[in-house]
Protein backbone atom coordinates (compact mmCIF):
# COMPACT_ATOMS: atom_id res chain seq x y z
CA UNK A 1 0.00 0.00 0.00
CA UNK A 2 2.99 2.21 1.19
CA UNK A 3 4.82 1.47 -2.55
CA UNK A 4 1.50 2.22 -4.44
CA UNK A 5 1.01 5.49 -2.49
CA UNK A 6 4.80 6.57 -3.68
CA UNK A 7 3.91 5.61 -7.03
CA UNK A 8 0.77 8.15 -7.42
CA UNK A 9 2.36 10.47 -5.82
CA UNK A 10 5.59 10.35 -8.45
CA UNK A 11 2.86 10.07 -11.19
CA UNK A 12 1.49 12.83 -9.99
CA UNK A 13 4.94 14.88 -9.51
CA UNK A 14 5.50 14.35 -13.45
CA UNK A 15 1.95 15.33 -14.71
CA UNK A 16 2.09 18.56 -13.82
CA UNK A 17 4.91 19.52 -15.32
CA UNK A 18 4.35 17.21 -18.72
CA UNK A 19 0.54 19.00 -18.79
CA UNK A 20 2.34 22.43 -17.94
CA UNK A 21 4.78 21.97 -21.16
CA UNK A 22 1.86 21.09 -23.29
CA UNK A 23 -0.73 23.22 -22.99
CA UNK A 24 2.23 25.97 -23.28
CA UNK A 25 3.43 24.37 -26.25
CA UNK A 26 -0.41 24.34 -27.77
CA UNK A 27 -0.94 27.52 -27.12
CA UNK A 28 2.48 29.21 -28.31
CA UNK A 29 1.66 26.92 -31.48
CA UNK A 30 -1.41 28.66 -32.46
CA UNK A 31 0.22 30.87 -35.73
CA UNK A 32 -1.82 34.45 -35.07
CA UNK A 33 -0.31 35.96 -37.98
CA UNK A 34 -1.67 33.27 -40.57
CA UNK A 35 -4.62 33.15 -39.35
CA UNK A 36 -5.24 37.42 -39.47
CA UNK A 37 -3.87 37.37 -42.56
CA UNK A 38 -5.77 34.92 -44.03
CA UNK A 39 -9.02 36.35 -42.41
CA UNK A 40 -8.36 39.74 -43.41
CA UNK A 41 -7.83 38.64 -47.12
CA UNK A 42 -4.07 39.44 -47.46
CA UNK A 43 -3.00 35.88 -48.72
CA UNK A 44 -0.46 33.20 -47.29
CA UNK A 45 2.01 35.09 -45.19
CA UNK A 46 4.29 32.24 -45.44
CA UNK A 47 4.35 33.18 -49.39
CA UNK A 48 5.23 37.22 -48.08
CA UNK A 49 8.47 38.88 -47.64
CA UNK A 50 10.42 36.53 -45.15
CA UNK A 51 8.12 34.24 -44.98
CA UNK A 52 8.00 34.30 -41.15
CA UNK A 53 4.68 34.40 -39.07
CA UNK A 54 4.95 37.00 -36.84
CA UNK A 55 4.20 40.41 -36.88
CA UNK A 56 6.57 42.13 -38.78
CA UNK A 57 6.30 40.17 -41.57
CA UNK A 58 2.48 41.35 -41.20
CA UNK A 59 3.61 44.20 -41.60
CA UNK A 60 4.73 43.99 -45.34
CA UNK A 61 1.25 43.42 -46.14
CA UNK A 62 1.15 46.44 -45.42
CA UNK A 63 -2.09 45.83 -43.17
CA UNK A 64 -1.09 47.70 -39.83
CA UNK A 65 -3.99 47.16 -38.01
CA UNK A 66 -3.36 43.02 -38.39
CA UNK A 67 0.52 43.54 -37.71
CA UNK A 68 -0.94 44.83 -34.64
CA UNK A 69 -3.15 42.45 -33.86
CA UNK A 70 -0.82 39.95 -34.62
CA UNK A 71 1.71 41.37 -31.96
CA UNK A 72 -0.86 41.65 -29.28
CA UNK A 73 -1.76 37.89 -29.61
CA UNK A 74 1.51 36.63 -29.46
CA UNK A 75 2.25 38.55 -26.70
CA UNK A 76 -0.59 37.39 -24.96
CA UNK A 77 -0.52 33.46 -25.86
CA UNK A 78 2.74 33.36 -23.98
CA UNK A 79 1.61 35.26 -21.04
CA UNK A 80 -1.84 33.88 -21.23
CA UNK A 81 0.06 30.32 -20.97
CA UNK A 82 1.82 31.40 -17.84
CA UNK A 83 -1.05 32.79 -16.39
CA UNK A 84 -3.57 29.54 -17.05
CA UNK A 85 -0.77 26.77 -16.16
CA UNK A 86 0.18 29.51 -12.86
CA UNK A 87 -3.26 28.70 -12.33
CA UNK A 88 -3.76 25.61 -12.47
CA UNK A 89 -0.56 23.83 -11.04
CA UNK A 90 1.01 26.87 -8.80
CA UNK A 91 4.64 26.54 -9.44
CA UNK A 92 4.57 25.31 -13.08
CA UNK A 93 4.30 29.01 -14.41
CA UNK A 94 7.83 29.05 -16.22
CA UNK A 95 7.46 25.49 -17.82
CA UNK A 96 4.30 26.69 -19.64
CA UNK A 97 6.50 29.61 -21.10
CA UNK A 98 9.37 27.00 -22.24
CA UNK A 99 6.19 25.18 -23.89
CA UNK A 100 5.03 28.25 -25.24
CA UNK A 101 7.89 29.91 -26.52
CA UNK A 102 8.92 26.36 -28.48
CA UNK A 103 5.58 26.22 -29.64
CA UNK A 104 5.76 29.44 -30.97
CA UNK A 105 9.31 28.63 -32.62
CA UNK A 106 8.48 25.17 -33.85
CA UNK A 107 5.07 24.87 -34.27
CA UNK A 108 3.86 20.95 -35.33
CA UNK A 109 1.05 22.50 -37.21
CA UNK A 110 3.97 24.52 -39.46
CA UNK A 111 6.56 21.68 -39.99
CA UNK A 112 8.44 22.65 -37.06
CA UNK A 113 8.89 26.28 -39.00
CA UNK A 114 8.04 29.30 -37.13
CA UNK A 115 8.78 32.71 -35.65
CA UNK A 116 11.97 34.19 -33.92
CA UNK A 117 9.61 34.19 -30.23
CA UNK A 118 10.32 38.00 -29.56
CA UNK A 119 7.04 39.26 -28.94
CA UNK A 120 6.04 35.89 -27.41
CA UNK A 121 9.03 35.84 -25.24
CA UNK A 122 7.98 39.67 -23.83
CA UNK A 123 4.34 37.83 -22.94
CA UNK A 124 5.99 35.41 -21.00
CA UNK A 125 8.51 37.62 -18.80
CA UNK A 126 5.61 40.14 -18.30
CA UNK A 127 3.71 37.39 -16.85
CA UNK A 128 6.53 35.71 -15.07
CA UNK A 129 8.10 38.69 -13.29
CA UNK A 130 6.10 42.23 -14.96
CA UNK A 131 9.53 44.41 -13.59
CA UNK A 132 11.48 42.31 -15.46
CA UNK A 133 8.92 42.94 -18.59
CA UNK A 134 8.86 46.38 -18.05
CA UNK A 135 12.56 46.47 -18.63
CA UNK A 136 12.63 43.93 -21.75
CA UNK A 137 9.53 46.29 -23.48
CA UNK A 138 11.51 49.42 -22.68
CA UNK A 139 14.89 47.70 -23.99
CA UNK A 140 13.22 46.42 -27.63
CA UNK A 141 11.17 49.58 -28.17
CA UNK A 142 13.82 51.97 -27.10
CA UNK A 143 16.04 50.65 -29.72
CA UNK A 144 13.69 49.95 -32.43
CA UNK A 145 12.58 53.54 -32.07
CA UNK A 146 16.21 54.75 -32.74
CA UNK A 147 18.83 52.36 -34.35
CA UNK A 148 15.28 50.65 -36.56
CA UNK A 149 16.90 47.17 -36.84
CA UNK A 150 14.19 44.75 -35.89
CA UNK A 151 16.38 42.28 -35.26
CA UNK A 152 19.10 43.98 -32.86
CA UNK A 153 16.40 44.98 -30.55
CA UNK A 154 14.25 41.89 -30.75
CA UNK A 155 17.66 40.25 -29.63
CA UNK A 156 18.82 42.77 -27.00
CA UNK A 157 15.45 42.42 -25.25
CA UNK A 158 15.56 38.62 -25.05
CA UNK A 159 19.63 39.56 -23.26
CA UNK A 160 18.05 41.99 -21.01
CA UNK A 161 15.48 39.17 -19.40
CA UNK A 162 18.04 37.06 -17.63
CA UNK A 163 20.38 40.34 -16.42
CA UNK A 164 17.53 42.05 -15.13
CA UNK A 165 15.87 39.19 -13.17
CA UNK A 166 19.43 38.46 -11.85
CA UNK A 167 18.91 42.35 -10.65
CA UNK A 168 14.99 42.03 -9.24
CA UNK A 169 16.66 38.59 -7.28
CA UNK A 170 14.50 36.31 -9.61
CA UNK A 171 17.32 33.67 -9.95
CA UNK A 172 14.89 30.91 -10.19
CA UNK A 173 14.08 32.52 -13.46
CA UNK A 174 17.34 33.83 -15.10
CA UNK A 175 18.87 29.96 -16.43
CA UNK A 176 15.35 29.61 -18.29
CA UNK A 177 15.47 33.21 -19.46
CA UNK A 178 19.21 33.29 -20.10
CA UNK A 179 18.51 29.75 -22.47
CA UNK A 180 15.20 31.29 -23.83
CA UNK A 181 17.18 34.29 -25.15
CA UNK A 182 19.73 32.00 -26.52
CA UNK A 183 17.68 30.44 -28.92
CA UNK A 184 16.08 34.00 -30.26
CA UNK A 185 19.85 34.70 -30.83
CA UNK A 186 19.84 31.46 -32.84
CA UNK A 187 16.76 32.49 -34.68
CA UNK A 188 18.06 35.18 -36.07
CA UNK A 189 21.08 33.81 -37.32
CA UNK A 190 20.86 35.05 -40.58
CA UNK A 191 20.02 38.01 -39.53
CA UNK A 192 23.39 38.63 -37.96
CA UNK A 193 24.95 37.26 -40.78
CA UNK A 194 23.70 40.58 -42.64
CA UNK A 195 24.27 42.45 -39.44
CA UNK A 196 28.26 41.86 -39.72
CA UNK A 197 27.50 42.28 -43.75
CA UNK A 198 26.42 45.61 -42.98
CA UNK A 199 22.96 44.40 -45.20
CA UNK A 200 20.38 44.39 -42.72
CA UNK A 201 17.85 47.02 -43.21
CA UNK A 202 16.43 49.28 -41.10
CA UNK A 203 12.40 49.80 -40.20
CA UNK A 204 11.16 52.12 -42.79
CA UNK A 205 13.94 52.28 -45.20
CA UNK A 206 11.49 51.30 -48.29
CA UNK A 207 13.21 47.54 -48.07
CA UNK A 208 10.69 46.30 -45.57
CA UNK A 209 7.76 46.17 -47.57
CA UNK A 210 5.20 48.32 -45.39
CA UNK A 211 4.78 50.95 -47.77
CA UNK A 212 4.88 49.20 -51.18
CA UNK A 213 3.52 45.91 -50.35
CA UNK A 214 4.40 42.59 -50.32
CA UNK A 215 4.70 41.90 -53.81
CA UNK A 216 8.28 44.41 -53.82
CA UNK A 217 9.45 42.52 -50.96
CA UNK A 218 11.23 39.10 -51.38
CA UNK A 219 12.75 36.77 -48.47
CA UNK A 220 16.69 37.40 -49.78
CA UNK A 221 15.89 41.05 -49.14
CA UNK A 222 15.18 40.77 -45.74
CA UNK A 223 13.93 38.87 -42.61
CA UNK A 224 13.47 40.55 -39.74
CA UNK A 225 12.54 39.02 -35.90
CA UNK A 226 8.81 37.79 -36.03
Known sequence: MERRGKTLQTEILWTAPALALLIGYLLGSIPFGIILTRLGGAG?????????IGATNVLRTGRKGLAAATLLLDLLKGAGAVLLVAHLW?????????????????????????????????????ALHWPVGLVYAAVW????????????????????????????????LV???LALALLVIWKHGENIERLLA????????????????????????????D
Open 44 to 52: DLRSIGSGN
Open 90 to 126: PGEGPLAGVGAFVGHCYPVWLRFRGGKGVATLMGIVV
Open 141 to 172: LGLLATIRISAVAGMAAAISAPLAAALFGRFD
Open 175 to 177: LML
Open 198 to 225: GTEPRIGDGGDGVDTGADTTTGAEIRQH
